[in-house]
């Protein structure tokens, strides 16, 4: 087998992988702050036996700020996201979260300078259309407050990928230490509420040490032998197979408005990273 396929294989299991998180949220009554918690707490212990001194026995970051930033948003963007899995639903959520490539072609020629370019405009006005139909139909009051919460994640996803614009080298740390710092401010939350049952604690373990522990220690050996080009579109694989996997085993059915908005704003991202390099190669935190 070839490297290049073999880091092609790489990137669709870390998309399989990531694509698991929504059936795991939902699959578990406990709270999304408890479910942050404990999946936060075990991705942090992985992947520091994972890494290794990659994360912890040397500095990768040239700015403080920006790395304390990126720690922040990550946990942020973790967060939100479980919050808007268990509000909404698994298709809403995956789908508003990856428009946090959206804000980031939004917000580069602010934050960064850099020049917008006609593509990048098409690409925003496609996607925010896309986008517009997640609010369309009927909503309760929490599936409302859902589409809210995954839009807060995209946000935060953006302001990861503008933190570590800069800071490629600092991307594992970030995620590692992001992890450890998001336990550890959500454990006053949860102090109370820690007792786990058999099948919370199993899957609330998968969650943290394989979805994202192991997922992206894949993705990381996957980009070893793909351009980031080739790992973005073929890492599109997880919010398609996201709410499949929750429909087939939960029976959650996502309304035609939230699959033609998911199509259009993926479709907007695909096109874009087809005509030039990727906004992003720092996978979305879910």
């Known amino acids: ?28 009554a406990d709270s999304p702050l408890k479910v942050s918690f404990y999946r936060s707490l075990f991705a942090a212990v992985a992947l520091f036996l994972l890494l290794g001194r990659d994360v912890w026995g040397r500095r990768r970051w040239k700015s403080t700020p920006a790395f304390i930033a990126a720690i922040i948003c990550y946990g942020g963007c973790l967060t939100a996201f479980v919050t808007a899995t268990k509000w909404t639903t698994a298709a809403n959520a995956i789908f508003l979260q990856y428009a946090g490539v959206i804000w980031v072609l939004l917000l580069s020629p602010i934050v960064l300078r850099e020049p917008m370019r006609a593509r990048d405009i098409i690409a925003i006005v496609v996607a925010l259309s896309g986008m517009a139909l997640f609010f369309i139909g009927h909503f309760d009051t929490q599936g409302i407050a859902g589409n809210a919460m995954a839009l807060v994640s995209s946000v935060f996803f953006a302001g990861l990928i503008l933190s570590l614009r800069r800071e490629h080298d600092a991307a594992q740390s970030a995620v590692t230490w992001g992890n450890l710092v998001l336990a550890l401010a959500l454990f006053p939350f949860v102090r109370n509420d820690l007792a786990l049952t058999t099948k919370s604690f199993a899957v609330l373990t998968y969650l943290g040490v394989i979805q994202v522990a192991l997922a992206y220690v894949l993705f990381i050996r996957g980009l070893k032998y793909v351009t980031a080009t080739q790992a973005s579109l073929t890492g599109m694989l997880e919010p398609v197979a996201n709410p499949l996997w929750v429909f087939l085993l939960l029976g959650e059915r996502p309304s035609m408005y939230a699959l033609g908005g998911g199509a259009i704003v993926l479709a907007a991202i695909a096109w874009h990273t087809l005509l030039g390099e990727p906004v992003s190669d720092i996978p979305a935190p879910d």
């Open 1 to 28: 087998m070839s490297a290049h396929r073999k880091g092609i294989l790489w990137i669709v299991a870390t998309a399989l992988l990531w694509s698991t998180g929504g059936i795991g949220i939902k699959g578990i």
